[in-house]
């Protein structure tokens, strides 16, 4: 195994001590000696499989290991130790009995020596002791033992102080359990699993009990049978609560145990959508699963409330039964990652070379499979993945293959491309890139979109590879990156096909959440605070990812070490990890459950979202981001409508009274034809730059396809931006570029002119049929704007304006929105002033609904320089909060009732977000039924009833708790309950080792925060 070097000493280099800590794992039973061995051999503890897994019935080897390294240490300090054990011999092993002989050096008088036996099944199997009057001792440790390997920890005490310590290990053997199989792998929950048990040397009466137990220590079912070299069993898998359970067989005759074995299974179960979820990226975690102190630091994550692991390792078995044996379901990550930080092998990587596809599909099969065996149902392609175009022959010929099937004949191709092809055949890498943008972009637009399908199609193809190994699966990516094209971060096309996503910061989450799907998986990445210094930025995000929507956080990352993880070397918390369980606590125990279970009321501000206009400009993303920002800053909320989705009249159905279009260079006549109607129809256009300049194709147009609506005429040319020149909105003025020169107002009136181009239109407004039509001649880019940095995109950094050029653009947004009666759900204020920068969402469910209120953020996920930002009281500022109406209005968070009212006093600081209730009833009581007593494996039914004296209530989240005398085997029956109409419901079904005794139950309306609580006494059995 080699030898690992340990240098201690003070002073000058070269000064200090060298020790070599050999790794000498050739004899067991001599193990150790002075120095450190970390491990005993696998096949000598375990008949070959991994110590590194975390398994209750598996030795716990971390206590001696450290135990040995603070040894080795203390000698490599030049130390010498009064005592020490030199020699620890097993001179004889029999089932009834072993005895052990140490040789000890130094002095021995008042010294006694202690040995604790732990057998295969992390049981103490014998004690004993023996005072110590010569350099050697005997200990006899009585039987009888069970067949395998057991472990001795010896410690040389004086009084109640250890001087020395050292340990040795020996085999039983006799009767054994040889294997435990099963018929099918994973199973379901609630399946029941038939498999059998093999034993070897049985004795002719002995009994097998054969026991389902779930990763909270609860015996589900379990059979008692006679003996024979292969028993079958059936165990009925409906009462585990964790991700797997083991199976254990124990062979006994009479009261003795002769031998123990387990088996784990994986019991398939889908992460519930409508539960605030927990995710860890789990890289770091899976160097630490063989690390000695795994155990505790895998259950320290799972301390942190994680419900899944994104597995960097996709391939490694022992890291995804590691997680879910620690009840943590393993989501495999980085099983291709299609194209990576400029890594030369992903850089040369080419999607279109003939047969990849086939190559790629071998790949997420083989990589899926293995996760799935350890209960995954979530997959990741790849972290930080993405893909660049190229303009190779395999590339081209693709490319032909897809504007054949869109063209069907070369000659409309060369309508668009202004070109005379006479097969597409013809088409070369230079002709994609000759194009003029007075005359037509098509060529490279079109391009660009299909490179932008082509990234987007293989997680169609991943996502058919994992359903077929279940239809449950989903798969996505993490790590991703705002739209751009340079990485084909098409967001609506890719959310065609992504069902599990953990993003990064910045437009993306405006663009994922206006396109996720139903039952679509979606956490962000949190944790960046290496420096434990920012408070805000660690309360922040899990609200932001609620209130947006998703189902909640991806922390980054699992373990210790240079990366900064949640976890410090020593297994305690830092910081951040516990102001973000304080956050979670209250997110999983039902405040989550309430928003996702609830529907996000309806935007009335909707902005297009064109993959194709942002490739006709640069100026694309910096642009619509500024609109985005401005908007949130309001209160006001917003969605993306795809160009795509315009098309198919979604207008016509969707509920917004205002479309955006930024910089809509690139229109459809579909498109043109549909924002008419909507217009007509009496809605509101805010086009922001020029628009209608190119068909949806890409060629010229010649003339604006919104010229009528707008009342202006834009210009044909690519760009005639100046730079910045000052325009007046209102009584004040912006320094900005102007957008298009060339722009004539033909029938719009001019609302804002530009102070040196006084004939060139600033701010634009034309009524048009039942509604009207603005346009906006300079781009919104320098309001805020996200920079991507770090080393593949994490590290989002914000640029803004200063506040009092930022109250400019916001008065042009409200000019622009005048008499549309959008306003935010709620008026803040201080001192009879409009707080901005708070972002307002409302969610309703029936006659509830949910306001968040969550004071925005600007600060980034990564710690910057050594300033100090932790949350103090006198950081938070009074305001008023007037939700527009008078109802009965509770403050979630803090479970108080506010009373019948239309204002409510709050206090706000950055960050932290507010969450009220908004009911026209007033919550008296919780009423909680649940039988006196139960034994043990029985069902408990509980029913709960919200009460109102006024009027029927709605459908309220109860949270309930049951304790019992154990609480670590209790909590698993914790649950966030939805009730329907304020009744609901819950079975509890009861170990059949549940401990006797007080199990009190606990039901608390998480809009009210009013609880009451039951008692069921449990009996044995």
Not at 275 to 296: E, Q
Not at 611 to 625: C, F, G, P
Request: charged fraction near 25%; hydrophobic fraction near 35%.
């Amino acid at each position: 195994m080699g030898s690992r070097r340990l240098r201690h000493g003070n002073g000058d280099p070269g000064g200090g001590r060298v020790t070599l800590i050999d790794y000498d794992l050739g004899n067991f039973t001599r193990w150790p000696r002075r120095t450190c061995s970390m491990f005993p051999p696998n096949e000598a503890v375990t008949g070959g499989s991994n110590l590194f897994v975390p398994r209750a019935d598996r030795m716990p080897w971390e206590e001696p290991y450290y135990a040995h390294l603070a040894k080795a240490l203390y000698e490599a300090a030049g130390k010498t130790a009064d005592t020490s054990i030199t020699d620890v011999d097993i001179e004889s092993v029999d089932r009834d009995g072993v005895r052990l002989t140490l040789t000890t050096e130094g002095q021995t008088g008042g010294l006694t020596a202690y040995a604790q036996c732990i057998a295969p099944d992390s049981t103490t199997a014998a004690r004993s002791k023996a005072d110590i009057s010569s350099g050697k001792v005997s200990i006899d440790l009585p039987g009888p033992f069970m067949t395998g390997t057991h472990f001795v920890w010896l410690h040389l005490k004086k009084d109640t102080t250890d001087v020395a310590w050292a340990s040795a290990g020996f085999t039983v053997t006799g009767p054994a359990v040889t294997s435990i199989a099963t018929e099918k792998v994973p199973c379901n929950l609630g399946d029941i699993i038939k498999g059998t048990v093999t034993l070897r040397d049985a004795p002719t009466d002995a009994r097998v009990t054969v026991e389902l137990i779930d990763t909270f220590g609860r015996v589900t079912d379990s059979l008692d049978t006679a003996a024979s070299t292969n028993v079958p069993f059936e165990l009925d898998s409906d009462g585990v609560a964790s991700i797997t359970a083991r199976i254990r067989a124990t062979l006994r005759t009479g009261n003795r145990i002769e031998a123990k074995d387990s088996h784990t299974v994986a019991l398939l179960r889908d992460l519930p959508p409508d539960d605030y979820l927990v995710g860890i990226w789990a890289s770091y975690a899976n160097t630490a699963c063989a690390r000695p102190w795994a155990f505790t630091l895998l259950d320290k994550q799972r301390r942190l409330g994680v419900d899944f692991a994104l597995m960097a390792h996709s391939d490694a078995d022992i890291y995804h039964q590691a997680y879910a044996e620690h009840n943590m379901a393993p989501a495999p990550e980085n099983m291709h990652r299609i194209f990576f930080k400029l890594n030369e092998t992903y850089k040369n990587m080419n999607l279109a070379e003939p047969g990849f596809e086939d190559a790629f599909r071998e790949v997420i099969r083989s990589r899926a499979k293995t996760g799935y065996k350890w209960g995954s149902l979530d997959f990741s392609v790849g972290d930080e993945c993405g893909y660049t175009v190229r303009y190779d022959k395999h590339t081209v010929n693709a490319f032909r293959q897809y504007l054949e099937k869109r063209y069907n004949t070369i000659q409309p191709l060369n309508n668009d491309w202004g070109t005379a092809f006479t097969s597409f055949a013809d088409i070369t890498a230079e002709s994609i890139k000759q194009s003029d943008p007075a005359v037509t972009i098509a060529p490279m637009l079109q391009f660009k979109l299909f490179s932008d399908r082509l990234f987007a199609d293989y997680f169609r193809i991943a996502r058919e590879e994992v359903q077929r190994l279940d239809p449950r699966n989903r798969l996505g990516l993490s790590g991703t990156r705002d739209p751009g094209h340079y990485i084909g971060f098409d967001w609506y096309e890719l959310m065609k096909h992504v069902t599990h996503l953990a993003f990064y910061d910045g437009l993306q989450r405006e663009c994922i959440r206006s396109f996720k799907k139903p039952g679509d998986l979606i956490t962000s990445f949190v944790g960046y605070d290496f420096l434990d210094l920012d408070e805000r930025n660690t309360r922040y995000f899990p609200w932001l990812e609620l209130f947006s929507g998703f189902q909640g956080i991806s922390i980054y990352s699992a373990s210790s070490g240079t990366w900064h993880g949640y976890i410090r070397h020593d297994l305690s918390w830092p910081e951040r990890a516990k102001w973000t369980m304080d956050e979670l606590n209250e997110l999983k125990n039902g405040i989550g459950k309430s928003i996702l279970t609830a529907q996000r009321e309806p935007a009335a501000i909707a902005i297009r979202y064109s993959q194709r206009s942002l490739h006709a400009s640069s100026a694309w993303l910096s642009n619509v981001t500024g609109i985005c920002e401005v908007i949130k800053d309001m209160g006001l909320q917003f969605n993306f409508v795809a160009d795509e989705q315009i098309e198919q009249g979604l207008l016509r159905t969707a509920p917004c009274r205002v479309l955006f279009l930024p910089l809509a260079q690139v229109l459809s006549d579909r498109e043109t034809a549909e924002i008419t109607d909507f217009v007509n129809n009496g809605g509101r256009l805010v086009a922001v730059g020029r628009c209608g300049t190119y068909n949806g194709a890409g060629k010229v147009r010649s003339a604006n396809a919104l010229a009528d609506i707008l009342g202006v005429q834009c210009s044909t040319a690519a760009s005639t931006a100046t730079d910045n020149v000052r325009v007046d909105v209102g009584p004040e003025s912006l320094n900005v570029p102007i957008d298009d020169l060339g722009i004539t107002a033909t029938k719009a009136d001019t609302r804002a002119a530009f102070q040196n181009h006084t004939k060139t239109p600033a701010v634009t407004r034309n009524v048009h049929g039942r509604g009207q039509a603005w346009f906006v001649n300079f781009l919104w880019g320098s309001y805020r704007g996200f920079r991507s940095g770090g080393v593949g995109g994490e590290v989002v950094d914000r640029t803004t304006t200063d506040e009092d050029t930022a109250a400019i653009w916001r008065g042009l947004m409200s000019t622009l929105l005048e008499e549309t009666d959008i306003v935010p759900p709620a008026l803040i204020t201080r001192d009879e002033k409009t707080v901005p920068y708070i972002e307002q969402v409302v969610y309703r469910r029936g006659p509830i609904t949910y306001l968040g209120i969550l004071p925005r953020y600007f600060g980034g996920r990564y710690t910057r320089g050594t300033k100090r930002d932790w949350i103090e009281p006198q950081d938070f500022a009074p305001v008023t909060v007037d939700v527009r109406r008078e109802t009965c209005v509770y403050n979630m968070r803090e479970e108080q009732f506010l009373g019948r009212t239309s204002t409510v006093p709050a206090r706000i600081t950055s960050g932290i977000a507010l969450l009220y209730a908004l009911t026209p009833y007033q919550v008296n009581s919780v009423e909680l039924t649940s039988p006196p007593t139960a034994k043990q494996g029985d069902s408990i039914d509980i029913g709960v009833h919200v009460e109102s004296q006024t009027q029927p209530v709605g459908d309220h989240i109860v949270h309930l708790e049951i304790v019992g005398p154990d609480p670590e085997l209790s909590s698993c029956h914790n649950i966030n309950l939805i009730t329907e109409a304020g009744y609901g419901g819950w079975t509890v079904n009861l170990a059949r080792n549940a401990p006797p005794g007080k199990w009190t139950i606990t039901a608390r309306d998480v809009v009210s925060g009013i609880q009451s609580t039951a008692d069921v006494v449990v009996t044995e059995k």
